[in-house]
């Protein structure tokens, strides 16, 4: 464990602490993750943290939040307790393949049922040393330090996460489920990697949750790349549920080959703040992105959403729907960009981000844009902020519905579009009721977790 | 049942209703007719309780108590129904859902327990087949991609479902086709009781061909300027409004 001072230069701290930790942290890492940490670094001194300066976080004003001590686990810590008695996520019944992973570092798999023949779910450290041929082709290839001072840093500091590869022809039938947990006695900076490769005709689908089990302060950066190969169709659910100290970078980069097929559906329940990065490059024709997001945020809460999809061949269909409900101080903002490439003729791509103000202090700053360089396309993009519709409301109580639960079915209502879509069902059902418990001000904690979060 | 006295409403300043006085007894069914503007959705729309309409003036009894004073939900559940001119859409939300959540609000209210899914499924499709409503309503959203007529029905269905005592229908008839007319006037009809009442908004005597009223008033520029047995009804029709116009 290191605990980095804080000299009040975000950048200059984490630049020394790499320098001071380098050997500690190559020797612990497979090969090709060293490889990219060179570039990396160049990047991360060149970008820093990312400002309110910068256009994608204009509305994140992350050098707010980033200041702090945080200590840094540069070793998978041998955890003295047991995980799983500590934890047990509390929708058994659904049946998954569950993987752990502690403060950044994958933990434990346990499959309800042997994997299919070549699939492989482990650790990425290990799968970088195991797998050095896929790594080569695809860790790294898609998160582009370059542009994102956030990228580089997950990039320089990454030393393991979660691989998932699921090889050609393969349907993993139950979903993988990883549980991301964040446990430790002082504030903590926590980085994780994760990388999933899905091959030509395979199928799978991933649901990623986060957990808080302490109420320290954890400052997560947090980066998930997906291969969606010829003809594959991936699904992607994430869970947001920390503590509302909680900071939380997400970054997921998708690469898409042609006649593939990739749905992400990204619930933020609670947090601090809620920075979500996500990039969808449809790289052949005919292959197809949904992109969904519900967030609900009240106190003190920021949730950022940024989309980037980028049409780069003909004939494919990308979708956006994004719904935010704050109440309070809260703050949100979406960013979304379709960007069509000169060759991407046929393309179809919806855009849509919907929100409703509860109070008249929550702000939420929305930018939809398109940038076309195709000429045959259809494309559309808007955004709404808004209160509750008063004429519904007036509807429902003239049958003798009262205001609280009048307002508690509208805006179940305007999420449910959201949660509706998520295509596991049992797990819909314990989203739709963590949301309903959220929107009617319950702890929206997961029943079996002993810990209190938020 | 309902006495209206000098009832003086605005909104956003402008003054709509200037000076209404209506009594309304339990079995009476009552015909408000006038012209386009005259103020007849905004007395309905008033008594029902919409926060935007301000009474400057006047008072309302409802079943001895003062109307004014209650919130919508709480006129609702004392078993005042308005029927809307304009049904809202509400994506999302389901009729059965929607349904089930007033019935257990006016129970909650009475000191009832909340309705069993099975009584209420019966209930849902009595009710149904009562004011011929055929649309499939599992799955739906409350008045989402309904046709006009549709809406109109919904509305005499949440009607029959509720059993209010006092029903202010707004243009119920409006957009409706003679088919139509006849079930929603038939529904209305059927749940006619000794011990409730009906008012009727409307602008033509058509729907008063088959739910026949005690009363018609008419409504000109918010007050009420003639007042007579079911006769006027036909008269208006004949000879148009111009002539109260006059007469006012």
């Known amino acids: 464990m290191n605990e980095t001072t804080s000299t009040g230069d975000i950048k200059k701290d984490l630049i020394s602490l790499f320098r001071q930790n380098t050997g500690i942290l190559e020797s612990g890492s497979g090969q090709v993750l060293n490889r990219y940490r060179e570039q990396a670094f160049h990047d991360f001194d060149r970008l820093g943290i990312p400002t309110t300066r910068t256009e994608a976080y204009r509305y994140t004003p992350l050098e707010k939040y980033l200041q702090g001590n945080y200590d840094v686990e540069l070793n998978a810590n041998p955890f003295e307790i047991n995980l799983k008695q500590v934890f047990k996520c509390d929708i058994p019944e659904m049946d998954t393949h569950v993987v752990l992973v502690l403060n950044g570092f994958f933990y434990s798999l346990s499959q309800a049922e042997p994997l299919p023949a070549g699939v492989v779910v482990c650790g990425l450290n290990e799968a970088s040393v195991k797998f050095p041929k896929l790594f080569h082709d695809h860790y790294a290839r898609y998160a582009d330090t370059s542009a994102d001072g956030l990228v580089a840093l997950n990039t320089l500091f990454a030393q393991d996460g979660v691989f998932i590869y699921v090889p050609a022809d393969t349907l993993v039938y139950k979903p993988i489920q990883i549980i991301n947990l964040s446990h430790s006695f002082k504030n903590l900076r926590i980085t994780r990697r994760n990388l999933v490769v899905a091959e030509e005709n395979s199928q799978v689908n991933i649901v990623m949750c986060d957990h808080t089990l302490c109420n320290q302060q954890y400052l997560t950066n947090s980066l998930t790349e997906v291969v969606t190969g010829k003809s594959a169709v991936v699904d992607y659910n994430r869970m947001q549920n920390e503590n509302t100290q909680s900071i939380h970078i997400n970054n997921l980069f998708v690469h898409q080959e042609e006649y593939s097929r990739f749905t992400g559906n990204s619930i933020s329940l609670h947090g601090g703040l809620i920075r979500n990065n996500f990039y969808a490059t449809l790289a052949g024709p005919y292959s197809e992105t949904n992109l969904y997001g519900l967030f609900l945020c009240d106190d003190k809460q920021h949730v950022a959403n940024y989309v980037l999809v980028n049409h780069a061949a003909p004939h494919c269909t990308s979708n956006q729907l994004f719904k935010g409900i704050l109440d309070d101080n809260a703050t949100g903002s979406f960013n979304g960009k379709i960007l069509v490439q000169k060759d991407a003729q046929k393309t179809l791509a919806y855009q849509k981000n919907n929100n409703i103000l509860l109070s008249s202090t929550a702000r939420m700053n929305t930018k939809p844009h398109l940038e076309i360089y195709a000429d045959d396309v259809k494309c559309s993009h808007g955004a709404t902020v808004g209160q509750l519709d008063m004429d519904a409301m007036f509807y429902l109580r003239s049958r003798g519905i009262g205001e609280k639960e009048a307002r508690h079915l509208l805006m179940y209502a305007f999420a449910n579009d959201i949660v509706g879509k998520i295509s596991i069902p049992i797990l819909k059902d314990r989203i739709i009721e963590l949301v309903d418990k959220r929107l009617r001000g319950e702890l929206s904690r997961c029943n079996n977790c002993d810990i209190r979060c938020g | ?248």
Do not use: C
């Open chain 2, 1 to 248: 049942m309902l006495q209206i006295k000098d009832l003086h409403v605005s909104i956003s300043g402008k003054e709509i209703l200037k000076g209404i006085n209506l009594n309304v007894k339990a079995g009476e069914v009552h015909a408000i007719m006038g012209p386009n503007g005259s103020g007849k959705s905004t007395l309905a729309a008033a008594l029902a309780g919409r926060e935007i309409f301000e009474i400057t003036q006047g008072s309302v009894t409802y079943m001895g108590e003062n109307l004014l004073d209650m919130n919508p939900e709480n006129r609702a559940r004392k078993g005042l129904f308005l029927g809307f001119q304009y049904p809202v859409e509400i994506p999302g939300v389901s009729i059965v859902n929607f349904m089930k959540t007033a019935i257990n609000e006016h129970r909650k209210f009475k000191g009832l327990e909340p309705i069993s899914a099975s009584d209420f499924l019966k209930m849902m499709r009595d009710k149904k087949e009562l004011v011929g409503l055929t649309t499939n309503l599992a799955n739906r959203s409350v008045n989402e991609g309904f046709s006009g007529g549709e809406k109109k029905r919904n509305e005499i269905f949440q009607m029959a479902m509720l059993e209010p005592l006092l029903a202010i229908l707004d243009e119920t008839d409006s957009g409706l086709d003679i088919d139509a007319l006849k079930t929603v006037a038939n529904g209305v009809n059927m749940l006619r009781r000794t011990d409730n009442a009906t008012i009727i908004i409307t602008h033509y005597q058509r729907l008063l061909e088959y739910i026949v009223p005690d009363y018609v008033h008419v409504l000109y520029k918010g007050r009420i300027v003639k007042s007579s047995g079911k006769e006027l009804a036909l008269e208006l029709e004949e000879k148009g409004y111009d002539w109260i116009k006059d007469e006012a």
